[in-house]
Each structure stands twice: as structure tokens, then as C-alpha cells.
């Protein structure tokens, strides 16, 4: 075959553009220090590559939740301890208080003291974290979750948030929570002295009942022994009967000696057996042939600790006597160290969860560290290797 002095000279020019295309890739690899440029430079390792990438940027944003949930955490943490603090200090005023040689006027200041307490407890529950959501709210985190609420002569603080708890993503397959429930904390105290308020399904005239409290707990006592398991059902007078009265009765069958009876004034506290409520909008006001509104008290498991704190300022106020004042004064330190236990079993529980995130963190970082190591394998240049080629 014949080879033409053009062909030759095509060939020779095409070697020279093959040989500096080599040389110009070479350089790039040693400048950049990058080995693949492009897909077509190794296609199997551009694929992990690739892969590697995306797990490096995942793992980074782990690392991102782990610091915003340690925050907010240590936020928590940090109100709780201030809340246990708050708690500690009306613990020793109830027992500065409780003492025989101790004058009203006295009592009275340290009523007073219980109080500011009690604002400052409300301030604690509702706590915002740097991004101005509520710490205790639960997902309804832009909703003040502890507010005043008067039904009648009594005020009780209600509960706003839910149940809900937030998770964060720290690895591929943890999540871990990040939010302390404030029902739990502030609202459900387990005491010997909790009540339940029901509302019957049959009232017409809409009366509202405010949460019963006992306020006199040998009254209270007393009345567990003489009725035991009794329930009381607060029923009132046909509206047209001028006054109006209200009747105490148990649903269970128990009769009351003497019968628990009293005119109705709106608004106006309800006292009987050592407990206390209020009862408003108009319970008596049921259209003929239907009688008042019903209500139904009967003996709970819990009780919200903003009632305890306040039960304890009425007791110091209003001068109970020495056997009352000692009793009520008595279940408020258990209802208070009841308080501290579930204060510290939280505690407790945000700092477990603080400890998994920082063991999570160095598992990340181990494994970010790992990927850039085999990132760096099969995408860096082998400088020694790029060197011998490009001589």
C-alpha cells in the first residue's frame, strides 16, 4: 500500500495533538490536584465519588441537627434547673410558715413571697428558645402555653399546647427528641388530694365549672372516711324558683349528713366536704320543663403545680386554723417534692439524650472523616504517579 506524503504529515499531526491533549490533562490533574475532571475519566469511580459526595453533605447536616438539638436541650435543661430552684424556695416557705409561734401578719408576707414565686413559675413554663418558640408547647410551639383563665371568684392556669414532642434526623436511622412535654411537667403532679370536674352531656344552659381544689384537707379527709368512693353531683333549682339553690348529692347512692345545700350567687365560691369551686354562665337558666346545668366532682390522680402554689398562698392568707393551715400545709410539701422528683426524672432524661447526641457526633464525624478519606482515593491526584507521566 502507498502512503501519501499528506497522510504522513496528518498522522504526525495527529500524534502531536494526542500527545498535548495528554499533556494538557496532566497539568490540570497536578494544578487542580484533582484526578477526575470529568465523568469519562474513570466512569465506576465518578459513580462512587458521587455517592460518597452526597453522604458527606448528609452526614454534615446531621452534624447541624446535633447542634441545634444540644441548644435547645440545654435550654430545657437550663429551665428546668431555674423551675427546680423556683420549687426548692417554696419548699422552705411552707416550712418557715408552717409554725405554730408564727403571727397571720407574718404568714402574710410570705404570701407574698408565694406569689411572686407562682409569676415566676408561669414565666418558666412559658420559655422561648432563640427562634421565639415555646419550649413547653409542644407542636403548637407559637402558642403561649400557660395563661390565666377566671371562671367565677377562681383563677387557674390551662394548659394551651399538646402532646406533641419534635424529633431531629441525627443520623441515617436516629432521630432523637427534643422537647420536654409541659403538660407533663407543670400539669399532671400525681397527689392525694387531685379532683376531676365533668360537665354533663344533658346541660342546656351552658354553665362552666372551675377546677376544684381542696381547700381544707381535714374537712377533706374526714369526708373520705365517713363516704368512701362518694362522687358529688352539684345540680340546681328549676329556674323559675327565686332564690336559686344548688344541691350536693352523690350519683353513687352515699347521703350526705347534713344535706349539701346553699343558694346560688353567680360567679361566687361553692364550698362543701373541704372542697372548693365556682361555677358561672348562667347554670341556672335552662329553659322549662329543663332544670339547671350538673356538674360532677369526683376524686383524681393529678394535680398542676400552679395550684398547689396556690392553694398554698390562700391557706396563709385567709387564716385557716392550726389544724387546717398544718394538714394543707403538709400535702403541699408532698405535692412538692412530688414536684422535684418529676423536675429531676426530666432532668434526667435530657441529659441522656445529651449524651447520645455527643456519641452520635463522633460517630458522624468518624464516618465524614472515613468518606473523605476514600473521596480523596478516587478523586485526588496521585501527584508521584502525574509527575512520571507528565516527564
Keep these: 500500500m502507498r502512503i501519501s506524503t499528506t497522510q504522513v504529515y496528518q498522522q504526525g499531526l495527529q500524534a502531536f495533538g494526542t500527545q498535548q491533549t495528554k499533556?494538557?490533562?496532566?497539568?490540570?490533574?497536578?494544578?487542580?490536584?484533582?484526578?477526575?475532571?470529568?465523568?469519562?475519566?474513570d466512569p465506576a469511580a465518578a459513580a462512587r465519588v458521587l455517592e460518597l459526595e452526597q453522604t458527606v453533605s448528609l452526614n454534615e447536616q446531621y452534624q447541624v441537627n446535633i447542634r441545634q438539638a444540644e441548644q435547645r436541650l440545654q435550654l430545657e435543661e437550663a429551665t428546668l434547673n431555674s423551675t427546680d430552684n423556683v420549687m426548692q424556695r417554696i419548699r422552705e416557705l411552707v416550712i418557715q410558715a408552717n409554725n405554730a409561734t408564727m403571727n397571720r401578719e407574718a404568714r402574710s408576707a410570705?404570701?407574698?413571697?408565694?406569689?411572686?414565686?407562682?409569676?415566676?413559675?408561669?414565666?418558666?413554663?412559658?420559655?422561648?428558645?432563640?427562634?421565639g418558640d415555646?419550649?413547653?408547647?409542644?407542636?403548637?410551639?407559637k402558642t403561649r402555653p400557660f395563661t390565666i383563665q377566671t371562671t367565677g371568684a377562681i383563677d387557674q392556669v390551662v394548659f394551651n399546647g399538646d402532646e406533641g414532642q419534635r424529633a431531629m434526623q441525627i443520623s441515617q436511622s436516629r432521630q432523637i427528641d427534643v422537647d420536654v412535654p409541659g403538660r407533663e411537667i407543670f400539669m399532671r403532679l400525681a397527689t392525694d388530694s387531685g379532683l376531676n370536674e365533668t360537665t354533663s352531656l344533658a346541660n342546656t344552659a351552658g354553665g362552666v365549672i372551675s377546677p376544684a381544689h381542696v381547700f381544707d384537707q381535714v374537712a377533706y379527709a374526714q369526708a373520705k372516711v365517713d363516704y368512701p368512693g362518694a362522687e358529688y353531683q352539684i345540680t340546681f333549682s328549676n329556674?323559675?324558683?327565686?332564690p336559686q339553690t344548688y344541691t350536693v348529692?352523690?350519683?353513687?347512692?352515699?347521703?350526705?349528713?347534713?344535706?349539701?345545700?346553699g343558694n346560688y350567687i353567680p360567679g361566687e365560691l361553692i364550698d362543701f366536704h373541704g372542697?372548693?369551686?365556682s361555677i358561672t354562665n348562667n347554670p341556672t337558666t335552662a329553659a322549662p320543663p329543663d332544670t339547671g346545668d350538673n356538674f360532677t366532682i369526683s376524686?383524681?390522680?393529678?394535680?398542676?403545680?400552679?395550684?398547689?402554689?396556690?392553694?398554698?398562698?390562700?391557706?396563709?392568707?385567709?387564716?385557716a386554723s392550726g389544724d387546717v393551715r398544718a394538714a394543707n400545709l403538709a400535702q403541699a410539701l408532698d405535692d412538692i417534692d412530688a414536684s422535684l422528683d418529676n423536675i429531676l426524672e426530666n432532668r434526667t432524661r435530657i441529659g441522656g439524650r445529651l449524651n447520645a447526641?455527643?456519641?452520635?457526633?463522633?460517630?458522624?464525624?468518624?464516618y465524614i472523616l472515613s468518606s473523605k478519606e476514600t473521596l480523596s482515593v478516587l478523586r485526588d491526584t496521585d501527584l508521584a504517579e502525574a509527575i512520571s507521566q507528565l516527564t
Design 110 to 131: 410570705i404570701a407574698d413571697e408565694i406569689d411572686e414565686k407562682f409569676q415566676e413559675l408561669q414565666t418558666l413554663g412559658n420559655s422561648v428558645d432563640a427562634n
Design 239 to 242: 329556674p323559675l324558683v327565686v
Design 275 to 277: 372542697i372548693r369551686t
Design 357 to 366: 447526641l455527643e456519641a452520635q457526633k463522633d460517630d458522624n464525624d468518624a
Design 299 to 319: 376524686t383524681g390522680q393529678y394535680q398542676d403545680v400552679f395550684s398547689v402554689v396556690q392553694n398554698i398562698s390562700e391557706t396563709l392568707r385567709t387564716g
Design 23 to 41: 499533556l494538557a490533562h496532566l497539568q490540570q490533574q497536578i494544578s487542580t490536584g484533582v484526578r477526575l475532571t470529568k465523568p469519562s475519566d
Design 134 to 141: 415555646y419550649l413547653f408547647a409542644g407542636f403548637q410551639n
Design 249 to 261: 348529692t352523690d350519683p353513687n347512692g352515699a347521703v350526705f349528713t347534713p344535706p349539701l345545700t
